[in-house]
């Protein structure tokens, strides 16, 4: 069963930092980009981020780039988001799927930035 949990979000002020866990199993890692995704009530949801597991490539929205940094351990299977300096328009649900997405979305993760 492919599972994808995003975890470590949180409330925090402007001008802080996140880090954002997305713990992937069920599926051949290493074959997949994995993106991390972003949706406020009401809104569609967007893609922030990717990284390519088979060559480390990476992409950032043109909002984030300079302060989100994408990650990956393939041995823990694990994508990561080092959000920094962070914005109150930043505040979404932030999910993670591969890219293209695949699979169920999950949960989610609230990453909430008060001014």
């Known amino acids: 069963e492919v599972q994808l949990v995003e975890s470590g979000g949180g409330l925090v002020q402007a001008g802080g930092s996140l880090r954002l866990s997305c713990a992937a199993s069920?599926?051949?890692?290493?074959?997949?980009?994995i993106g991390w995704f972003r949706q406020a009530p009401g809104k569609e949801r967007e893609g922030v981020s990717y990284i390519s597991n088979s060559d480390g490539s990476t992409y950032y929205e043109d909002s984030v780039k300079g302060r989100f940094t994408i990650s990956s351990d393939s041995a823990k299977k694990t994508v990561y988001l080092q959000m920094n300096s962070l914005k109150p328009e930043d505040t979404y649900v932030y999910y993670c799927?591969?890219?293209?997405?695949?699979?169920?979305w999950g949960l989610g993760t609230q990453v909430t930035v008060s001014s």
């Open positions: 799927n591969t890219s293209p997405v695949l699979h169920n």
């Open positions: 069920g599926f051949t890692f290493d074959d997949y980009a």
